[in-house]
């Protein structure tokens, strides 16, 4: 999958209104516990993130404009399937490696999301 982000960045050493874009992909393998209606399921993978401040002027040692971390996307859910109807919540944690970006900041990421689609 595609990974993409766009952040402001609020650190000593960067200059006001700087911007955090990341770049990336990740992939992953998702085990179902059932395979029924409702399918809980863990997944874990491994991707990558190529992370930069554009144009921001960095006044701090240690500062790097662009960075690349690997990350691990892990996350648990429960789908819910009846007749093509799709209902899919989960939640995720990817553990990012340091980039020396912004000195010894974590890049990791939470999240939480709900989807609905269908199957044909």
Known sequence: AYVGSVQGVSAAGVS???LLTGNGAEGAFR??????????????????????????VLSAPGLQSSGTVATFPLAVGLAWRVHGLVLDTRLAFQPATSAGLLGRANLSTWNAN???????
């Open 31 to 56: 085990l179902n516990v059932l395979t029924g209606t409702w399918q809980p399921y863990a997944t874990a993978g491994l991707g990558f993130t190529y992370y930069t401040l554009g144009d921001a």
């Open 114 to 120: 709900a989807r609905v689609g269908f199957e044909i």
């Open 16 to 18: 006001r209104g700087a």
